[in-house]
């Protein structure tokens, strides 16, 4: 005998003929109660049922006649495991539309969703195939504080945290044992880190928590070594959710096309060239802010060119790259006009970092822990912060970044 446990999706009486649709991680299942096939009490059981309360089905598969469904069940038995409130605040079928506020107030319903579903499926399987490609490089994942005594990368956007007698925050990011790890000598590691960023944003593109894949490698020769890393993860992790992910794809809507490398590289130089070019007024050693990603990026797609590298920023650009004349050894990787992450080559000098601590305004005396990691031997090295949730919304064409995170955290939400 056959049975399936899960959700009643869907019910329709057609007279002499019932449907009972159940849903569960592994699809929609069709639950057939032909009149004159099934009992007298399963058929008249069945209108006692409410959608989404949580049943188990027993009886017999067999090949179905219709469009939606390849086998059905014919049932002997059918028990409610536990039923369900009603009215719905939110309709997992998706036939009443709601607003995107009203599913996250109600999460855990709209994760029942097969589309939503389909989303972090192919978020699982982005950090499967990112992992596999770092293991198949030597890197050893990495476990780090979330919880510092001081600003990580000198910003001041940062969640504080009463700690007993003492004042601590929130990381921005692993970066600082990051880079503390290559003293140890691990020379290569990552971490699928969660990052607390207390910024002022309220858009479709920004979090307050998020999560990235960070790398640190060391011996490297300059920046380009740890590009080659970060195109061929991309392309690896892609591969693989368009090798195991065709069915979460289709229910999306979704083609992607695993993208081949090396990704386009342009400098900080030819890209104010190229706005300034479009009518931007815009100045060296000026960021480049959303309109100039947009534009560049336009630009880059016309060329065949989804992801690519903008490299050889200004010197002021991060503290700890690597300074070069008036450039630095820094990059972004953006894609279609939005910036994924940010890396390059570190500072391994214990001068060059004192010296660029105070360039950017800050007291190296404030880092003194940071700063004893360059005393006894630090090779060079380097790194990136790939943003999950953003390349998730780039590779599935999703309108807003909250819809990447299982329970998002914004400007104004800090519930569920």
Not at 87 to 98: G, I, R, T
Not at 340 to 353: K, V
Request: with cysteine; glycine share 6%; proline share 4%.
């Amino acid at each position: 005998m056959d049975s399936i446990k899960g959700w009643v999706h869907e019910v329709r009486d057609i007279g002499g003929i019932k449907f009972v649709i159940v849903r569960n991680r592994n699809g929609l299942y069709q639950v057939t109660l032909p009149k004159k096939k099934v009992s007298e009490d399963i058929f008249s059981f069945v209108d006692t049922l409410s959608r989404e309360d949580v049943i188990e089905v027993s009886g017999t598969f067999q090949e179905a006649r219709s469009r939606d469904f390849s086998t059905e069940l014919i049932p002997d038995d059918i028990r409610i495991i536990n039923k369900s409130a009603t009215p719905l605040p939110l309709d997992p079928s998706e036939k009443v539309h709601a607003e995107l506020d009203t599913r996250l107030d109600n999460r855990f319903l709209d994760i029942r969703r097969p589309a939503i579903q389909a989303i972090f499926k192919v978020r699982h399987a982005l950090i499967k195939h990112a992992r596999d490609y770092l293991d198949s490089q030597g890197f050893l994942e990495i476990h780090t504080s979330k919880i510092i005594s001081t600003a990580s990368e000198g910003g001041t956007e940062l969640f504080p945290v009463k700690y007993f007698e003492k004042q601590a925050y929130l990381t921005q990011s692993p970066q600082l044992y990051k880079q503390m790890a290559m003293a140890g000598g691990f020379e290569r590691t990552y971490e699928i880190a969660w990052y607390f960023r207390a910024e002022d944003h309220n858009t479709t593109r920004h979090l307050n928590e998020a999560t990235a894949i960070d790398i640190e490698m060391s011996f490297i020769e300059s920046e380009e070594d740890i590009m080659q890393v970060l195109e061929q993860l991309i392309h690896h992790a892609i591969k693989g959710v368009v090798n195991d992910c065709q069915d979460e794809l289709e229910t999306l809507g979704v083609e992607i096309k695993v993208p081949s490398v090396p990704f386009k590289r342009i400098s900080y130089d030819e890209a104010i060239e190229l706005l300034q070019g479009k009518g931007m007024a815009i100045e060296w050693g000026e960021d480049l802010g959303t309109e100039s990603e947009r534009i560049i990026g336009e630009e880059m797609v016309t060329q065949g060119h989804e992801y690519y590298f903008i490299k050889r920023y200004p010197r002021n650009k991060v503290f700890y790259i690597q300074p070069e004349g008036r450039y630095c050894r820094g990059f972004d990787l953006d894609c279609k006009g939005l910036e994924l992450t940010s890396g390059g080559q570190r500072c391994h000098e214990y001068d060059t970092i004192v010296e660029r601590i105070e360039e950017f305004g800050m007291n190296p005396d404030n880092f003194e822990d940071y700063l004893k990691i360059f005393r006894y031997g630090m090779p060079t090295h380097g790194g990136f912060g790939f943003g999950l949730e953003r390349w998730l919304m780039m590779i599935l064409d999703l309108k807003n970044v909250r819809e990447c995170i299982l329970f998002p955290r914004d400007r104004h939400r800090t519930t569920p």
